[in-house]
């Protein structure tokens, strides 16, 4: 069967887009190829579709397309039959169409369809080859690959791309399809490294010799080879060290593969005397400015070394050249980030929160100085929210952990005015911590500083102390509150204040801080945030706010819990996560509700979950309708009007089931919850064979209401269950 | 005895050759060689050899080294890597060639760079200047881990969408010559070398006491209330001619449209530019303010564009 291969040779793309733009164009060629029936039918010789790239290129290779399109019959539908023929007689229409269809006038038919009859034609459809398929859809997918940036190149701007297109190879087996775009007509020649190979071009026999043919002109095609050539380099650089190790690092190895072609390691050393610069500095020096990898020793202490990929093959002599310029380089960087350090030391942190009076937050929230004020007030309303009141984390006193909190908030901002920030925008909230400690301010004081931006993404820690974790959700529900009071929440795609983040943040602090996540809930902290904002007297907005919080938590347990969306779903309902977080004085947080929902996950679909979750689905529709019908009923059923069996011992069991979750709650065994609200089961069912509910009588009907209801609202203090119902 | 080019160590060029041998490698490329524009700028981009011509149809080819003056980056000359004022070679390459890439790599080749064995990479970077409502597409070149180039393609410049684009390469020279000649500071790059005796004369003799007296001018002597004057009175001049220029009759004669000021517009405008990196340096200008002035030059930036790329198409339909 038939191998295609299409190359597009490019100018250097960013290599944070090449992955992406690999696999679209792949799925591209796929689809193109599905589309226009060019895959084999039978599971035997299914399409093949691998995808290379570099910096430079792009390349897709088919195996086991078809040759051509089948041919096919298709049925053309005419004018009407009245029209067409007068008297049995084709008629001037009838003649024309059978003409434009191809066919002699005595093959058309007739149909029949919902508008009358008219006549038809069978037209027989030669399919097209392969190659011209390709040749004239290929230039159409090209262009239409997503690039996050792109620029006009050619004169008259007749297209777009990441970076200007150089040449293309495109081959059908061993012809070359000569497809067109951006002014380039693709051949067989393609181009090797830039300085290994040089400038002769690269011809490329047959598609299956590609990677081969490239190969041996310095160019490694597979990406995932290249991933491994460069860790397999790096482990035996680091082994020039004894006992060294690099810091793992897949972003960076990552962001490496996508800048080379044909990649070697070198080992570089630094003076001894920068390890006095902290970890966090030096690491980001050498990662996000050179993009080299750094070294530890066993205990996991820097050493004053530090491994550079490159894009080049050398010999010794090369590689001492080398090894000699990025030495220099990094020496030049590390000498500039002492000297921000010496220099920010001048003007404490103190000192420097009122210079965050010229820094803006945004421009109608005011400056770095009001949203630190607002943070700290913040930070004060969440410590007086904690519940139980007593705050007790051995040994620090409530006093003393309010003073450390309040003082990690007034500082958590500083660092914003200093040179090294300024020059290493991502070490904010590091940079303070540090600082912070050469100034000599209490640990606790430094840590919660160098924590509060914590968690910055799914794969961050949270802050690793209390008083850390509190003045992070006082600047990250402070921050969205204030922002959406003012209209800036996100939408869709958008979310330029990074909201989402931070609400993932609030969240994983909220379960898996497990100092805090007894004692405090989303309300509390939610609530701490919108004092002396709008959102306190406009429930809309407020709702708004919550709502968003709550979608967060969902998106945590199913990205972060791994627990099936629809249990996410029934949990995000459930009572406990919005007013309802308090059984006889203990607080029900989110570390709990997130536990349940792991118990729940690992019970889902099961056939006691799904037979209780039925009857509670049913449960639910009969309490909508009733509502929908404008039925008002109270929250909890007279006993006295309980006539049926089945309905006094529903209600005795409601009792006993929301005694028992509560129980299990507080003992944190949740399996014991969920087999009570199993255990509704037979009752329900009892209930619904032989009670009518809709009876006639309004004072019966609406206690049996009322019985549902409380059943229904007791299940759900801990999860929807109607949500589980058919799983 | 004969020599042997190629086993005997290289000596680096000087900062001098340096510069001459990227000038000579341009020149026979095509490109016109400029003197540096004589008004203050931050970036060679601002000189109106980039600024101006890459607008409009007219295919152009310049180089020219232009001295850089940013008075927030002056350090008293007490820094090894930084500088109030540094050396930028810029190529204008209207529209760019297809081989523009190769024929960077070659004017490495030409300073003496080995491409075999050094590393060269084209890192993302696209370049944005807010002042001059001008952005492109591109990359900066890492050699060794060593930025030297900044490589962009133009897109947008004065507001103005460009057609045909340019290609713009920006050498940093200091850097380069810093590297070739394996020195840590620029004070110490060899300038000048004197053929007879070898006497040596370097980056700080010629440049130190620039560096010092203009970072003491920059942070703690200009006066603030001077300088919003110097600004005021720039841009109400170049507002001036702006006006002139549009209230030229539709009808007016080639002649008068040609004699309209528009450079010297753009010189005032460069000017109010220069003088608001001063404020800035001296920390004049608050953060609110900042954006304020920012756009007021941008006004003026994209208005001179605006009349230049009219007064050059009617030249041309002349």
Not at chain 1, 350 to 362: G, H, N, P, W
Not at chain 2, 252 to 258: F, G, H, K, L, V
Request: glycine share 6%.
């Amino acid at each position: 069967m038939p191998v295609f291969l299409l190359e597009i040779g490019l100018e250097e793309i960013p290599a944070g887009m090449i992955s992406a733009a690999q696999s679209e164009l792949a799925q591209r060629i796929e689809k193109l190829l599905t589309r226009e029936r060019l895959t084999p039918d039978t599971q035997t010789d299914a399409l093949r579709v691998t995808s290379y790239s570099t910096p430079r290129r792009l390349a897709v290779l088919a195996e086991g397309l078809l040759q051509g399109q089948p041919d096919m019959e298709e049925e053309i539908v005419g004018p009407a039959t009245k029209v067409a023929f007068k008297d049995g007689a084709p008629t001037q229409a009838a003649i024309a169409f059978a003409k434009k269809s191809g066919v002699e006038v005595s093959t058309l038919k007739t149909i029949q369809n919902a508008k009358g009859e008219y006549v038809s034609a069978t037209v027989h459809r030669r399919g097209r080859t392969a190659a011209e398929v390709l040749k004239d859809g290929l230039a159409a997918e090209i262009a239409g690959i997503y690039w996050p940036k792109s620029m006009y190149w050619r004169a008259g701007k007749p297209e777009r791309c990441v970076r200007p297109v150089r040449w293309m190879v495109a081959l059908l087996d061993e012809e070359v399809l000569p497809l067109e775009f951006a002014g380039v007509t693709a051949g067989r020649a393609s181009c090797g490294h830039r300085v290994l190979h040089g400038d002769a071009p690269v011809m490329v026999k047959t598609p299956l010799e590609y990677a081969k043919a490239l190969a041996a002109a310095y160019v490694e095609v597979d990406p995932e080879a290249r991933r491994q050539r460069i860790r397999k380099a790096l482990d035996k650089a680091t082994r020039q060290i004894a006992g060294a190790r690099w810091r793992e690092d897949e972003a960076l190895v990552e962001i490496v593969t996508n800048l080379t072609e044909w990649p070697s390691v070198i080992l570089g050393s630094f003076e001894q005397e920068y390890l006095t610069l902290p970890d966090e500095i030096l690491v980001t020096v050498m990662r996000g400015y050179q993009k080299y990898f750094a070294l530890e020793d066993s205990e996991k202490k820097l050493l004053p070394n530090f491994l550079a990929v490159l894009n080049l093959e050398v010999d010794d002599a090369g590689a001492a050249v080398i090894r000699h310029g990025n030495e220099r380089v990094l020496r030049a960087r590390f000498n500039d980030a002492r000297f921000f350090w010496d220099v920010d030391q001048k003007i404490p942190l103190i000192d420097r929160v009122e210079m965050l009076k010229s820094v803006t937050f945004q421009k109608d929230l005011g400056s770095y100085w009001d949203k630190t004020e607002r943070n700290r007030a913040v930070a004060r309303r969440i410590i007086d929210r904690f519940d139980p009141p007593l705050f007790l984390f051995e040994p620090v006193k409530l006093e003393t952990f309010t003073a450390i909190v309040d003082k990690a908030a007034l500082l958590a901002k500083a660092d914003l005015t200093t040179e090294m920030v300024k020059e290493f925008t991502e070490l904010q909230g590091v940079v303070g911590g540090l600082y912070a400690r050469a100034q000599r301010l209490p640990d606790g004081v430094a840590r919660a500083i160098h924590d509060h931006y914590k968690p910055a993404s799914q794969e961050d820690t949270i802050p690793s102390l209390p008083a850390g974790s509190v003045v992070a959700l006082a600047d990250k529900v402070s921050t969205i509150v204030d922002m959406f009071a003012i209209g800036l929440q996100p939408t869709g795609s958008k979310d330029p204040f990074a909201l989402r983040r931070a609400g993932n943040g609030v969240v994983r602090i909220l379960v898996e801080d497990d100092k805090l996540n007894d004692r405090l809930h989303l309300a509390h902290v939610c609530f701490a945030a919108m004092q002396n904002t709008k959102a306190i007297d406009d429930a809309v907005l407020r709702e708004s706010i919550y709502d968003f919080l709550l979608d967060r938590f969902e998106f945590y347990l199913r990205e972060s819990g791994n627990v099936n969306p629809q249990v996410a779903r029934a949990i995000r309902k459930a009572g406990t996560t919005g007013s309802d977080y308090e059984v006889d004085g203990l607080l029900i947080g989110y570390g709990k509700i997130a536990g349940f929902a792991k118990a729940l996950d690992a019970q889902v679909g099961s056939p006691n979950v799904l037979a209780v979750a039925e009857l509670l689905k049913r449960t639910a529709n009969i309490l909508r309708q009733a509502k929908e019908k404008k039925i008002i009923f109270a929250y909890w059923e007279s006993e006295g009007l309980l006539r049926e069996t089945a309905e006094k011992e529903l209600s005795r069991k409601v009792t006993e089931v929301n005694q028992a979750i509560q129980q299990s709650y507080r003992e944190g065994n949740y399996e014991a919850a969920i087999a009570a609200i199993a255990s509704l089961q037979p009752l329900l069912n009892a209930f619904f064979d032989s009670v009518m509910v809709m009876v006639d009588d309004p004072q019966l009907r609406d206690n049996r209401l009322a019985l549902l209801s409380r059943t229904e609202s007791v299940v759900r203090w801990a999860a929807d269950f109607s949500e589980l119902a058919s799983i | 005895m004969v020599s042997n080019s190629s086993v005997e160590p290289k000596i680096p060029p000087t900062f001098q050759e340096l510069l001459f041998q990227l000038q000579q490698f341009w020149a026979s490329r095509g490109c016109i060689l400029q003197q540096a524009y004589d008004v203050e700028v931050g970036a060679g981009t601002m000189s109106p050899e980039t600024f101006l011509r890459v607008l409009g149809p007219k295919p152009f080819r310049v180089a020219y080294a232009q001295p850089s003056r940013r008075p927030a980056d002056g350090r008293y000359g007490q820094n090894p890597n930084r500088l109030f004022k540094h050396t930028q070679l810029q190529v204008i390459l209207k529209p760019p060639p297809e081989n523009i890439q190769a024929l960077y790599l070659e004017s490495l080749e030409a300073i003496g760079i080995d491409l075999r064995q050094h590393d060269v990479k084209f890192e993302e970077d696209n370049w944005e200047s807010p002042t001059l409502g001008a952005w492109g597409i591109g990359w900066q070149v890492m050699l060794d881990g060593l930025e030297i180039t900044q490589f962009t393609y133009f897109q947008q410049c004065g507001g103005i969408d460009l057609d045909p684009i340019a290609g713009e390469i920006t050498y940093g020279l200091e850097r380069i010559a810093a590297f070739l000649q394996d020195v840590d500071s620029i004070y110490d790059i060899v300038w000048a070398r004197e053929s007879d005796s070898g006497k040596e004369i370097t980056y700080g003799k010629v440049r130190f006491a620039e560096e010092v007296q203009f970072s003491v001018y920059n942070f703690e002597k200009a006066d603030v209330e001077k300088l919003w004057q110097h600004f005021r009175l720039y841009e109400e001049e170049c507002k001036a001619l702006l006006e002139e220029a549009r209230e030229l009759p539709e009808d007016a004669d080639a002649e008068a449209r040609n004699r309209l000021p528009l450079l010297a517009a753009f010189d005032l405008c460069l000017k109010c530019s220069h003088l608001f990196n001063l404020l800035d340096a001296r920390g004049a200008i608050s953060v609110t303010e900042r954006v304020g002035v920012i756009a007021r030059i941008r006004g003026l930036a994209v208005a001179v564009a605006k009349a230049y790329a009219t007064q050059q198409s009617q030249a041309a339909a002349a």
